[in-house]
C-alpha cells in the first residue's frame, strides 16, 4: 500500500509564491512518475504538472508552464511543486499522485493513469 502526504496548504496573495510538498512510502518511490493535479469547487480534477521517474523530464499544461515547477528527491521519498505568480484562478485543493507502471517516462496527464493520490491540500490565491 502506497500512502502519499501532502503538505505547504497556505492562502498567499496574487503574484505570491508557495511550495507544496508530498512525501511518500509503502513503495520504491523512485520507480514511478509522479503528477500534481488540482481540482476547484465544481470543476474536473486538472493535471498541473509530472515528472518522470529519473526526474529528468517534466511535463506542464499552457496553463501553469513558466510559472511552476516540479522536481523531486528520491533520496527523500518526496514530490515538490514549487508554485510562483500566482493567480486567483489557481485556488483549488492540490493532490498528488503516483503513476501506474515502473520507469515510465511519458506525458501522462489523465486522473486515470495514476494509481495512488494524496489527501490534498488547500491553496488559496486572493487578489
Given amino acids: 500500500q502506497v500512502q502519499l502526504v501532502e503538505s505547504g496548504r497556505g492562502l498567499v496573495q496574487a503574484g505570491g509564491s508557495l511550495r507544496l510538498s508530498c512525501a511518500a512510502s509503502g513503495r520504491t518511490f523512485s520507480s514511478y512518475a509522479m ?3 488540482r481540482q476547484a469547487p465544481g470543476k474536473e480534477r486538472e493535471f498541473v504538472a509530472g515528472i518522470s521517474w529519473s526526474g529528468r523530464n517534466t511535463y506542464y499544461p499552457d496553463s501553469v508552464k513558466g510559472r511552476f515547477t516540479i522536481s523531486r528527491d528520491n533520496a527523500k521519498n ?7 505568480s500566482l493567480k486567483p484562478g489557481d485556488t483549488a485543493v492540490y493532490y498528488c499522485a503516483l503513476a501506474r507502471g515502473v520507469y515510465a517516462d511519458y506525458d501522462r496527464r489523465a486522473p486515470d493513469e495514476y494509481d495512488y493520490w494524496g489527501q490534498g491540500t488547500q491553496v488559496t490565491v486572493s487578489s
Avoid: A, D, H, I
Fill in 35 to 37: 503528477g500534481w493535479f
Fill in 78 to 84: 518526496t514530490v515538490y511543486l514549487q508554485m510562483n
